[in-house]
């Protein structure tokens, strides 16, 4: 017994944290991009919520990674509190599969062929083929596959290592004499609270005792309370991301702590009661690493059994404690879709980008909104409705800094290719928004110049603007609708729609050269009408951006290099019908 295996411990227990948080990241990735968006898809009831919670976590391999996740729909606004309790109840027990995972790693082997079951050679056979499909495959399923064996590999080597280091430990009688003194149940329950604070992973925790186990020196009666307490302290990193959140999000951590409490003190209560009556012969029990995962699944799927009918209680205490006060009032110039892009989801760029879309989507319907009330002031000016478009458009520009920010930070994560095509797409599309919006304000301008040096167009010039305008109402009404919806149908229809407006500006450029050369028109006037032409073309341009990078990334052909693509060249039937049903609608004498 030394330093060396004080390191040796160390390094397992960092190992074994690196193989997990490894193994479920791959699992994550193979199960597909949206796995994180079935917490809040999913969560009509209790039940319900409570079984993705145990799925989830199964498969991420974290309860506090799920509760963080939780944490974060909460604080955004994407769930309600009391959806959220029922999650976290699941993730308390869904926590307890890494338990039976590391079972493997007490496989014995013997001489000849059994040794092919030992845990050091499955390992080894695992971590050359994780290797071989990671390194040397061109499929991305092949590589998510092997970065799951590699991770799991890494774990066992942790898991040996960490039980190799205390073996040594083991024959110390000062080792044993402390070990033996947290079978007092509050003793045992703080050593698990300060462990598992201390290496914040409830899992590894568990994993560490299963390592002690395996060397058969410990006792049912010191493993209870420490297990106990590892449940507790597993709570200690969820508290901690939760600073900086909201009223909902710090009820959200507290429940998971509240969860953690009563579950330990219901059972260790019962259980201590009944000992104390009937002297269960269980506590002088070798524990093993088997024993050790059935102990922990038990305890915590009895306090999901218990606690589930309570999550109503669970709800109203956490609000008792944590009361209604006035939020911080945020900068009063911050929209409040972007103020609430949640910082927690950058770590799982699929609820990243769904938060994105749905700030986009507000964008969306305000840079329309700036539009409409930009061309009301052509039919009746008034300063306050100017003033009004100009404070939308500063709105926009503060939703494309924002937005622009919050997705290149997604960027610099690992993204899968659909991610990454998605990732650009929104900063094209919060671009082109952007762009419509300064549009917006600048025919605005326009209808002040306008108002302001009494200019009159004429008949003619009237009715081509008017109809010119329709058209540009419609065809922004389409994108914009598709974009938030998610519509590729609808979005099919704006480039048939963008070319006609793009014949409608040339001819209305042409009849305008006829009225200045006749002198139905005065230069002055020309400068204002050729305003309004150019800024409506341009608004049906970026209208035509918005829905072929939508096009595009629906068929899996997004390039950020020929973003503007070779959608107007395949004028195929479909698109000549629906170009000529917009020429009817849109004709000018």
């Given at each position: ?334 929209p409040e879709p972007v103020a609430r892009l949640e910082a927690r989801f950058i770590q799982h760029p699929a609820l990243a980008l769904q ?118 109402t419609e065809v922004v009404s389409i994108a914009t609708s598709a974009f938030i919806n998610d519509d590729l149908e609808m979005a099919m ?83 000549n019908e629906m170009f000529e049903e917009y020429h009817q609608k849109y004709y000018l004498d």
């Amino acid at each position: 017994m030394g330093i060396v295996n004080i390191i040796s411990f160390f390094g397992g227990i960092a190992l074994f944290l690196f193989g997990i948080a490894l193994m479920g990241d791959g699992l994550k990735k193979v199960a597909g991009d949206k796995l994180e968006t079935f917490l809040y898809k999913l969560t009509s009831n209790a039940f319900k919520g409570m079984l993705l919670g145990v799925g989830v976590t199964a498969v991420i391999q974290s309860s506090s990674a799920t509760s963080i996740m939780t944490i974060g729909f909460v604080n955004s606004g994407m769930m309600k509190f009391r959806q959220a309790v029922s999650i976290i109840l699941g993730s308390i027990l869904g926590t307890s599969i890494t338990g039976w995972i590391v079972c493997l790693s007490a496989i014995q082997g013997a001489n000849g062929w059994v040794a092919l079951l030992s845990t050091s050679t499955i390992t080894g056979i695992v971590a050359i083929i994780g290797i071989y499909l990671r390194k040397f495959t061109s499929s991305q399923v092949k590589n998510q596959v092997g970065e799951i064996l590699m991770g799991f590999a890494v774990l066992m080597y942790g898991m040996t290592a960490i039980s190799t280091s205390v073996k040594p430990f083991c024959e110390s009688d000062q080792f044993l004499s402390v070990l033996t003194a947290f079978a007092n149940p509050v003793l045992g329950i703080l050593a698990g609270i300060l462990f598992t604070a201390l290496i914040q992973s409830s899992a590894a925790a568990v994993g560490i005792l299963q390592a002690l186990a395996m060397t058969g020196v410990l006792h049912f009666s010191t493993a209870f309370p420490i297990l106990l307490g590892i449940a507790v302290g597993g709570a200690l990193p969820v508290l901690i991301s939760a600073l900086g959140a909201n009223i909902n999000g710090v009820r959200t951590a507290l429940v998971h702590l509240l969860i953690d409490v009563f579950g330990a003190l219901i059972c260790g209560v019962a259980f201590y009661a009944l000992n104390a009556i009937f002297d269960f012969s269980i506590m002088e029990a070798t524990m093993t690493a088997v024993s050790m995962a059935l102990l922990n699944t038990l305890f915590r799927f009895v306090v999901v059994v218990t606690l589930f009918p309570c999550v109503g209680l669970l709800e109203k205490m956490a609000c008792a404690i944590v009361k209604d006060r006035p939020e911080p009032a945020e900068e009063s110039n911050i929209p409040e879709p972007v103020a609430r892009l949640e910082a927690r989801f950058i770590q799982h760029p699929a609820l990243a980008l769904q938060q994105s879309h749905q700030a986009i989507d507000s964008m969306a319907n305000l840079v329309q909104t700036n539009l409409l009330d930009a061309f009301a002031l052509l039919d009746e000016y008034t300063d306050e409705g100017f003033q009004e478009v100009k404070r939308i458009e500063k709105t926009v520009d503060i939703y494309e800094d924002k937005l622009g920010s919050y997705l290149v930070k997604i960027s610099a994560r690992e993204l899968s290719k659909k991610q990454n095509e998605q990732m650009y797409e929104f900063l094209h599309s919060i671009t082109d928004f952007e762009r419509m919006s300064d549009h917006a304000l600048n025919i605005a301008e326009s209808a002040q110049e306008i108002y302001r040096k009494k200019i009159e167009f004429s008949d003619a010039a009237v009715k081509e603007l008017n109809v010119l305008r329709e058209a540009i109402t419609e065809v922004v009404s389409i994108a914009t609708s598709a974009f938030i919806n998610d519509d590729l149908e609808m979005a099919m229809h704006v480039e048939p729609l963008e070319e006609l407006i793009d014949n409608l500006c040339d001819e209305m450029k042409s009849h305008h050269i006829d009225r200045l050369t006749s002198g139905e028109c005065a230069f002055e006037k020309g400068f204002a009408f050729n305003d309004l032409i150019t800024n409506y073309e341009r608004i049906s341009d970026h209208c035509s951006n918005i829905a072929v990078g939508m096009i595009e990334l629906g068929n899996d052909e997004f390039d950020t290099h020929r973003y503007l693509s070779s959608l107007k060249k395949m004028k195929d039937e479909r698109f000549n019908e629906m170009f000529e049903e917009y020429h009817q609608k849109y004709y000018l004498d």
